[in-house]
Each structure stands twice: as C-alpha cells, then as structure tokens.
C-alpha cells in the first residue's frame, strides 16, 4: 500500500484531486503551496460539525454545556493527540531544519479537513470528522458532569495558580426575590455571572471563566 493510500484510509477519504492533500499535508518551510488558508477553512468546518453532532447527540445538554463541550473537543491539543493517532508526522512535508510541533500536527488535521471539503464537498469533510472525532463525542458527557466551579477549581490546581476567587459586585432587588451578580477573578482573568440564586450566580461566572479559557486554548 503507498503511502498516499494508507493516508486516505486513516482518514475515510479517498480524494478525487489529490494535489489538495499534498497542500494539506505541507508547510510552509517546505513549498509556496502550503496548507495555512485550508487550515482555516478546516478549522471552520469543524467546528460547525462537531457543534452540529453535539447538539443532536446530546439533545438534553445546555448551551452552555454545548459550547464548552466543543471547546474540548476543537483544539490544538486534541488535534495534535488525533495527528499523532494516525501517524500524520511521517506523512507532514516540512524542510529539513523545521521541526514537527504540537501546534503543526494540529494545523494539518484541519488542513486535510479543509482539502476534503474543497475536494468532494460537506460529505466529505464529514467523512473525515466522524472518523476522527465520533469516538470522542461519545464519551463527552464524563468530561461536563463535574460542576463549573469544581472544573475551575481543578484547573486552577493543574496550573498551580491560586484558586478563583468569587465575590458578589452587586445585589438587587427585594429580600425574597435578591438578584446577585458575581464576579469571579483568576489570576487576571475577570468574569461575571448573575442569578437570583448567589450559588447559580458563581456558577454562571465560573462557566464563562472556562469558557474565555478553552478560547484562548483554542487560538493559541
């Protein structure tokens, strides 16, 4: 079997213009036709796909927990634990002195998602992504039982940062019916959640807490 062959059948696509994987599978320290602008285009698919499966796979599950749920999966670091998977360095076209990062390995992925969609279309980036990705969407939920707070608390510990801190900006409203809004500082990073529950309150701005996180993760 080439090496082109077993490429395709680690994704679960065979492209009919194979010059689109060459593209994908280079970078830019190798050749002028490199993968950067189908990286964006993958990366773009993906994201409206695995929103897609979440939201039918999952019909029960907040948006909140929807959103946070796709950030798991839509990363650089999933993307590279995927590219190293299927072997994807030993199909990568760099120059001699460019080493294979993490951020690379992801790069590509979504570079070869994006050739399939310019190749066959919405079916075919499809193909790719339920290939790489279902099994992942099926264990989703283990990853968003915990509550935010706790998910916060963890990552905070992982990091060695001090734990958030939650404090009450502002209250509102009568005895029997207060309205909080809560803010909830980790390191500099500020967010803000209000609830007529001071608990749902800190949870609300311990979500959007992760939420700018997994963001940031993803653009970096």
């Known amino acids: 079997m080439t090496a082109w062959a077993k490429l395709q059948q680690k994704i679960n696509y065979v492209f009919k213009d194979r010059s689109l994987l060459q593209q994908a599978i280079t970078h830019k320290s190798a050749c002028k036709s490199h993968y950067e602008k189908m990286e964006f285009l993958g990366d773009s698919a993906l994201n409206f796909y695995i929103g897609y499966l979440l939201y039918t796979e999952h019909p029960d599950m907040s948006e909140g927990n929807l959103s946070i749920a796709r950030s798991k999966l839509v990363n650089k670091n999933i993307l590279a634990a995927i590219g190293e998977e299927i072997d994807i360095d030993a199909f990568i076209r ?7 990062s993490q951020s690379i390995r992801a790069d590509v992925i979504e570079a070869i998602i994006g050739a399939a969609f310019l190749d066959g279309g919405v079916s075919a980036s499809e193909l790719i992504i339920l290939k790489l990705f279902f099994p992942r969407l099926k264990t989703i939920n283990c990853l968003i039982l915990k509550d935010p707070k706790s998910r ?5 510990h992982k990091k060695s940062l001090k734990p958030p801190v939650y404090q009450i900006i502002k209250r509102s409203g009568e005895e029997h019916c207060t309205t909080y809004l809560i803010e909830c500082q980790l390191c500099t ?10 608990r749902r309150a800190e949870m609300a701005a311990a979500t959007a807490m992760l939420q700018q996180l997994n963001q940031e993760l993803c653009h970096e």
Do not use: P
Request: charged share 25%.
């Open 94 to 100: 760099v120059d001699k002195n460019q080493a294979i």
């Open 152 to 156: 916060l608390q963890e990552h905070a």
């Open 189 to 198: 990073h500020t967010t803000q959640g209000i609830d007529n529950s001071k």
